[in-house]
């Protein structure tokens, strides 16, 4: 319940790896040291897992649903003064992620007590890529449809409105601790190497823990960021930049090897399966395979832009990938394997 003294934040995802740090920083202390303003509530279906029982043990109340019933969904907004939501398109699909992330929108302007609507955003790839279809990543395009959608929808500023804003995020540095980012092998004289079909193009990633700062951000300054698509990483990432970056931090030897989209695809099992897991083989939906080519893609042909001066003007303490591997003792093994 949002209280006289705190405003209770709903976060969908909250168990997430996205969802555990901006939890983190939605409970965080305020900049002066004052106790965070916010609580938190947790949509999650299963209030008994490990996840959800750590974030109960740090004050979060857990709502049992999930984001696709959207009678649960209207229940879990009740009373709450914010929402940050973050569907997961790897669960849903693309055509499920555009229609709950209306809906979901519609049922927080019903819920008379929002005052600040929260859009966890990635770009619409497919549009930045000017629609061709080598760019078709639905596991982006899907939210990035929704954030445009947002943008004809009312942003209300008075004190009984509801605002929206988007955090338009990119990959997770933390996705260095998975294959995808991390090396995934290791010469015998000890050389670490990074396959990538990036060539010289840019992988804007942001480390969740910065993904949790812009959450808290939107919330501390909902006037500022009201009607806007907060486009947001943490760096610009080449793979020569993160191999030296490697080389740097750990004193180990590493190099990159550059692939074809197909060739990086081979590192790979399991590519045909769909990109969504509640989808079976076969079914006519997008795969690992496409969907991933057309992210790599993007980034390879530099679709995705960032304003790296605005962002370290707002948040100076922005994740650099050095600073990223230092605190979390990266040393480039223990990779684990994942085609998501
Ligand atoms: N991986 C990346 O680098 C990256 C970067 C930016 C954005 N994203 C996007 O983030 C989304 C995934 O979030 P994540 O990275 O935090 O993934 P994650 O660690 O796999 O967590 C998935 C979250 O979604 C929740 N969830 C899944 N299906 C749900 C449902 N039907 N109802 C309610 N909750 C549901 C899970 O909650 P419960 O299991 O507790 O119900 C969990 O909190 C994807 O859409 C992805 O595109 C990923």
């Not at 790897?90 to 049922?107: C, L, N, Q, R, S």
């Not at 947002?150 to 601790?177: E, I, R």
């Not at 995808?180 to 969740?208: C, S, W």
């Not at 990432?237 to 197909?262: M, P």
């Amino acid at each position: 319940m949002t209280t006289d003294s705190k405003k209770q934040i709903l976060v969908i995802g909250a168990t997430g790896a996205q969802g555990l740090a901006v939890v983190d920083s939605i409970l965080a202390p305020s900049a002066d040291g004052t106790p965070s303003p916010y609580t938190v509530r947790a949509l999650t279906r299963d209030p008994n897992s490990q996840r959800a029982r750590g974030l109960a043990e740090k004050g979060v109340e857990l709502f049992k649903g999930s984001f696709d019933d959207l009678n649960a969904v209207r229940k879990a907004f009740e009373g709450v003064y914010g929402a940050f939501v973050n569907t997961d398109g790897f669960t849903v699909g693309e055509e499920k992620e555009i229609y709950v992330g209306m809906k979901i929108f519609e049922i927080a302007k019903q819920t008379k007590s929002v005052k600040h609507y929260v859009w966890s955003n990635l770009d619409n790839y497919l549009k930045k890529g000017n629609y061709d279809e080598k760019y078709n990543c639905e596991h982006t395009s899907g939210k990035g449809r929704v954030g445009e959608w947002l943008t004809t929808q009312p942003s209300d500023t008075s004190k009984d409105g509801m605002t929206w804003s988007c955090v338009c995020t990119g990959p997770y540095m933390d996705m260095l601790h998975f294959d995808i980012f991390g090396p995934q092998n290791k010469r015998e004289d000890g050389t670490y190497v990074f396959a990538t079909p990036l060539g010289k193009g840019h992988v804007p990633m942001i480390a969740v823990k910065d993904v949790g700062f812009w959450a808290r951000y939107s919330f501390d300054h909902r006037e500022e960021v009201s009607a806007r698509d907060l486009e947001v990483a943490s760096e610009m990432v080449t793979w020569d930049y993160l191999a030296s970056t490697f080389t740097a931090v750990t004193g180990k030897k590493a190099v990159v090897v550059y692939q074809s989209i197909d060739d990086w695809m081979k590192n790979y099992h399991n590519v045909d399966e769909p990109v969504a897991r509640n989808f079976k083989k076969g079914d006519g939906t997008i795969t690992f395979r496409k969907n991933f080519s057309a992210w790599w893609a993007t980034y390879r042909d530099d679709n995705i832009k960032r304003d790296m001066d605005w962002i370290r003007s707002v948040h100076p303490d922005s994740y650099t990938l050095e600073r990223w591997m230092r605190e979390n003792g990266y040393d480039g093994d223990s990779q684990k394997f994942s085609y998501r």
